[in-house]
């Protein structure tokens, strides 16, 4: 086999030299952009946990309040920014982990404000949910606010069963949302034995007949003065 001229092979050992160090230039600055990445990101961390440690020392305070008093800043909070409806919150914070849940659960005042939103043949599984809704309230004074469009007389005796017992007796504000004046007599008679603790009763009714273009509904309101 014939042997490569010395030009030649010197000619090729250059090339690899060349090469070598291409190379090597190329993973020195590979190195130079990975560990200014790393120290981008170390810097990122470092300014997060300062952010953390600051956020943590300013709602520290908060934390230390008792659970309801969270609650009820929560509820105004709510309602100053337009939520539709602020009451719902409690499922919501009961919905978010653990310890909430055994908080708002362990804590009967988050549940004395119950929105009762009644369909047309009502659910087991509604009913069950408005049932142990007001059982978590304990004895404490309620707030019911009860609406339905196509609420039926028939329909009444479910709800009759399932939330009468834990609302006897407690009912401090009750809001009515009906289609018609119909359902009052065997609603009331539901509802006679709280109607000693009521203080206000506010009802409005959405048939045809109470809509006027002067009117978009008819509306009750009565509140007790002794």
Not at 106 to 112: E, K, L, N, S
Not at 131 to 154: C, G, H, M, V, Y
Not at 161 to 172: F, G, L, Y
């Amino acid at each position: 086999m014939a042997q490569r001229p010395p030009i030649f092979s010197k000619v090729l050992s250059g090339l690899a030299r060349l090469k070598i160090a291409n190379l090597t230039a190329l993973c020195v600055t590979g190195y130079c952009y990975i560990d200014s990445q790393i120290r981008e990101l170390e810097s990122l961390r470092a300014e997060e946990h300062a952010n953390g440690a600051s956020l943590r020392d300013l709602i520290a305070p908060v934390k230390s309040l008792p659970a309801g008093r969270n609650f009820s800043l929560s509820i105004l909070d709510a309602s100053r920014s337009g939520i539709p409806d602020p009451k719902m919150d409690i499922f919501a914070l009961s919905q978010v982990c653990h310890h909430w849940r055994q908080v708002s659960h362990g804590t009967p005042a988050f549940w004395t404000t119950c929105l009762i939103r009644v369909k047309p043949t009502p659910s087991e599984v509604h009913v069950a949910g408005v049932k142990a809704w007001l059982e978590r309230s304990s004895d404490l004074p309620l707030n019911i606010s009860f609406t339905s469009d196509a609420l039926q007389r028939a329909d009444l005796p479910t709800w009759a069963q399932a939330v009468m017992p834990s609302i006897n007796r407690r009912i401090k504000t009750l809001e009515l949302k009906l289609r018609s004046f119909a359902l009052l007599g065997p609603l009331f008679t539901f509802l006679l034995e709280s109607l000693e603790t009521l203080d206000v009763l506010s009802m409005t009714f959405t048939a045809p007949e109470f809509v006027t273009p002067q009117i978009d509904v008819a509306a009750v309101h009565a509140s007790r003065t002794s």
